[in-house]
């Protein structure tokens, strides 16, 4: 079964820095396309950052220029490095990965990671 | 960025009854459009991708339809676990973007 496990979060003040980690198993994640999705607290999914299977990485404008997503070939892990954190930034953080299919879905998610920013 | 707007915010129904869910589009998708299931404390689970395409697994009392800017999801008869909030979601482009989710309560 493919499975997703994240690590990494916890509290950090304003202007801080947290990296989270993704670990798969029972799949390739430099093969796939895989992006994180966060969720503040009782508020709606949003999507933050996607690294394509060749590469090329895209983000959100809330995050750019702040977060970086990249991969571990060896450790098949997915990370976000997420600098000058905001009291905005405090949300579950989820990794997901791309579906096969061209109607381009996250068929699969991790458990979900707290990420709190606060003084 | 495409905004992704669910209708109603929220519903009570009781079990059996048949339920759907409105999405609309601030612009044309195509039928790049995902429906997702989250319970409280969860991860979302993928329902439905390609607009009406059903995930393997997930029981067909779950469709969908629509395509362009507008598109559904219906339950046929709602079971006691479906008590859950569902989001749809465009693939269409960068960046893709979720509703703000319809929360299906016990009436």
């Known amino acids: 079964e493919v499975q997703l496990v994240e690590s990494g979060g916890g509290l950090v003040q304003p202007g801080g820095s947290l990296r989270l980690s993704c670990a798969a198993s029972r799949f390739t994640v430099s093969s796939n396309h895989m992006s994180w999705v966060r969720q503040a607290p009782g508020k709606g999914l949003e999507w933050i950052s996607i690294?394509?299977?060749?590469?090329?990485?895209f983000y959100a404008d809330s995050v750019k220029g702040r977060f970086t997503i990249s991969r571990d070939n060896s450790n098949n892990t997915l990370y976000l490095q997420m600098n000058s954190l905001r009291v905005e930034d405090t949300a579950v953080y989820y990794c997901a990965r791309q579906g096969p299919g061209i109607e381009d879905y996250f068929d699969y998610w991790g458990q979900g990671i707290l990420v709190t920013v606060s003084s | 960025d495409i905004r992704m707007t669910q209708s109603p915010s929220s519903l009570s129904a009781s079990v059996g009854d048949r339920v759907t869910i409105s999405c609309r589009a601030s612009q044309p998708i195509s039928i790049y459009l995902n429906w997702y299931q989250q319970r409280p404390g969860k991860a979302p689970k993928l329902l439905i991708y390609?607009?009406?395409t059903l995930e393997s697994g997930v029981p067909s009392r779950f469709s969908a339809s629509g395509s362009g800017t507008d598109f559904t999801l219906t339950i046929s008869s709602l079971q006691p676990e479906d008590f859950a909030t569902y989001s749809c979601q465009q693939s269409y482009s960068t960046p893709r973007t979720f509703g703000q989710g319809t929360k299906v309560e016990i009436k």
């Open positions: 690294i394509y299977s060749g590469g090329n990485a």
């Open positions: 390609g607009a009406s």
